[in-house]
């Protein structure tokens, strides 16, 4: 079987993109999901994204972490989607398209995604760390000297023991400013660190907000792959109009045999 691919990134975030609105991709067949995100066997991908048609939206998003597995909602990859589909053709520079947590607008601006995300009822704040679901679930933690943190381990240590089999996707965040952070993130599913996730940067920036550290409702987070922007409006019902904005750019496109 020959698929024809592209690859793109967000931030470092980086996506196998199928067209499959011929349904002819066999996505439930998580072993070669997994093989075609595989660095050194594969394409390389933190996930693997399909686009098909939606009888009511633009199109459907249907995404897998690097396991194999279908994952939730993915911030970078729905703005990399985005970017997909404008090139395809199926869409201008405005769109609703489907997700696993619902519609999603999103507007495309000289390069610029900008993703609507998911509504953020809750935010659980502990002593060390705030937990929320941004689309997925996501730990946040201030740490000191980010730059040398071991992420990795410390990650991977969070996402298990802390979270059990279904884990928690774990950022470390440092302030830069009153309304900058950079964060490092571990990713259950990629099950190591990515050089950028999207709701993380979006859990990021509504929990500094929530716990004081920002008064900011624009936030600027800076990721190992890049910079991203968080936009939001709180309510006596949690955050909404919350917005992750940044570029998604077309890294290559090509043919593998399976």
């Given amino acids: 079987m020959t698929i024809q691919f592209y690859k793109y990134q ?20 998580a072993n070669l999901v997994k093989m075609l995100c595989d660095r050194k ?33 993915c911030g970078n990859g729905g703005r990399c989607a985005v ?32 993703l609507h995300m998911p509504d953020v009822p809750e935010i659980r704040e ?23 943190f071991k992420v990795f381990q410390e990650g991977k240590k969070l996402r298990y023991g802390l979270y059990g089999a279904n884990g ?6 440092e302030p830069l400013s009153d309304k900058a952070f950079a964060v490092r993130t571990y990713e259950r599913g990629v099950e190591n660190e990515t050089l950028s996730c999207g709701t993380g940067v979006t859990a990021v920036a509504l929990a500094m907000h929530n716990s004081g550290r920002t008064k900011a409702n624009v936030v600027d987070i800076e990721t190992p792959g890049g910079k991203l922007r968080v936009k939001f409006e709180q309510t006596q019902e949690g955050y909404n109009e919350i917005y992750l904005t940044g570029p998604a750019t077309q890294v290559f496109k090509g043919e593998i045999e399976c």
């Fill in 168 to 173: 928690s996707n774990i950022n470390f965040v």
């Fill in 10 to 29: 967000g931030t470092g975030n980086d996506f196998v993109l199928i067209d499959n609105r011929t349904l002819k991709f066999p996505k439930n067949d």
């Fill in 41 to 73: 066997f594969g394409i390389g991908a933190d996930g693997l994204i399909a686009i098909e048609n939606d009888d009511v939206s633009d199109f459907r998003m249907v995404y897998f972490n690097a396991d194999g597995k279908e994952g939730s909602l």
């Fill in 83 to 114: 970017a997909f589909a404008n090139f395809l053709g199926i869409i201008g520079n405005k769109t609703a398209f489907l997700s696993v947590r619902g519609t999603h607008d999103a507007t495309i601006d000289g390069g610029q995604v900008s």
């Fill in 126 to 148: 502990k002593k060390e760390y705030l937990f929320l679901d941004t689309g997925s679930p996501h730990h946040v933690q201030v740490v000191n000297g980010l730059k040398d």
